[in-house]
C-alpha cells in the first residue's frame, strides 16, 4: 500500500515527508531537497506563537500556501529548493495582522461626521446617510477599498458587521484577503432587510450559499443591546451553538448605553446577554469599556473574547477599556479599528500603539502591557477570538501562510536595539512592504498585486460626489 494510502490526512503525510527530509531517509543518506512554492529570508522574524520570541537569521517555508516549516536560513538552504525566494534583508517578518472588528465599507462615510458623541453620530448622521445610501454596490465597492487599505497596512483578516454580506464577500474574493463576515441582526428596517426576521432569513441564505469558500468565515452579528430585542438574541444563542459560529456585538461602549439598559430592563446589558444565554466561549464583545471587576471575572470564567478599539474609543468620547485588567484576568483580547467613519483609518499599528500606551498611562504602570502582549492581540488574539487560532495568527508549520514583513530601513526606525518594540511604538501601516495571504502575494515592495489603486480612487471619488457634503458633522458651537 502507498504511503498516501495508510495516512489518512494531508497533516499526517506532510508530518511524516518533513521528518524523512529533515532526517536524510537513512542515516548517512544525502538529503534531497524538497521543492516547494516559496522561501522568505528577513532580518528577523517573530512567530508570535512561542511568546516572546524574535529569530534572526531564519527562514519561513511555504508550499501551497501552507507554512510548512520555519528554520534556520542555512537549514532551508540545504533542505528547501523553492520556486520563488524573497530575501528581505532589513525586514521582520510577522503573522498578517487581524483587524476583530469593523464596518468596511463604512469607509465611503469616512469624515462625514466628525468629533461627536457615538449616539448623536449614529442618530442624526450616519444612519441618514445610510438609508440613503447603502445598497449592494455601496457595500461591495467600500469593502473592496477597505481591503485594499488592510492589505496595504499588514491586515490579511477582518472582522466585519454589516449590510449585504454577499457584497462584501464579492470584494473580499477580488482582492485576496481573508475575512470573517458578520450575518446583522437588527430590529428595525433599512436598505438591506424589513425587520429582524428579514436579517435572519438573508443573513442565513448567505451562510449556506458560501460557507466552504476560500478565505471566509462567519459571525452572527447582532449589532448592540440597544438594537436588538430579547426574541433575536435568544434566536442567536440557538443558532450560534447549531451552526458553532462566533457572536459579534457591541456591548457596553458608552455609560449611556448602560444607563438605557438599567432604565429598560432592569440591568446591566452583560446581565443581560449572560440571561439570554449569549455570554459565553462564542461571544465576541467588542468595546467593553465600562465593564466592573465581576463583569471582567464573568467574561474570563467563560472564555469570552474582547475587541479593544482604542481609536474609536477615544474618537467618540466613549472612554477608556480596562484593558490591563481584563488580561490579568486571562480574557482573550484583540484589537479592531472600527468602521473608518468612527476611526479615519484602518491601521492597526496604531492600535497596538495606542492600546499599549493607553493601559499604561491609565494604570500609572510602564509594564501593563508590553510590546509582544500587544502584538499578540493583534494577531493570535483576535485569530482565536473568530476559532480561526489553528488556521492563522502565528507563524507556526501547517498554518496558512498569512504573512507581512516590515521594512526597518527607514530613517524612522534606525537604529534598531529592540525589533517588537519598534514594531509596536514606531512603525506604522506605511512600512508594511510585503504581504501574503494563503502564500499568495497581496502587496509586493508596497505595490498592490492584481488591484489598480488609481480605478480604485476614482471609485471613492464618485461616491464621494454622490453623498455629498451630507452630515458634515461640523456641531453648533
Known sequence: MPLSGMLRSRQERRQVLQTFYSEGFFKGATVMQQPIDLLIYPRWLVPVVPAGVVLEDYALAVEQGRIVAVLPAREARERFVARETETLETHLLMPGLVNLHCHAAMNLLRGIADDLPLMSWLLEHIWPAEAKHVSHRFVHDGTLIACVEMLRSGVTCFNDMYFFPEAAAEAVNTSGIRAALGLTVLEFPGAYARDADDYFAKGLAVHETLRGRPRLSFCLAPHAPYSVSDRSFERVAVLANELHLPMHIHVHETRDEIAQSLKEHGIRPLERLH???????????????????????????????????????????????????????????????????????????EEMRLAALLAKGSEEKATAVNAHRALAMATIGGAQALGLGDEIGSLEPGKAADVCAVDFSALHLSPCYDPVSHLVYAVSGDDVSHVWVDGKARVKNRVLVDLDVEALKAMATGWGAKIGGQGSGKPDP
Open 275 to 349: 440571561r439570554l444565554g449569549l455570554v459565553e466561549s462564542k461571544l465576541i464583545a467588542v468595546h467593553a469599556v465600562h465593564l466592573g471587576a465581576k463583569e471582567i471575572a464573568q467574561l474570563a470564567a467563560c472564555d469570552a473574547s474582547v475587541v479593544h478599539c482604542p481609536t474609536s474609543n477615544l474618537k467618540h468620547g466613549s472612554g477608556i477599556a480596562p484593558l490591563a485588567a481584563l488580561l490579568e484576568a486571562g480574557v482573550n483580547v484583540g484589537l479592531g479599528t472600527d468602521g473608518a467613519a468612527s476611526n479615519s483609518r484602518f491601521d492597526l499599528f
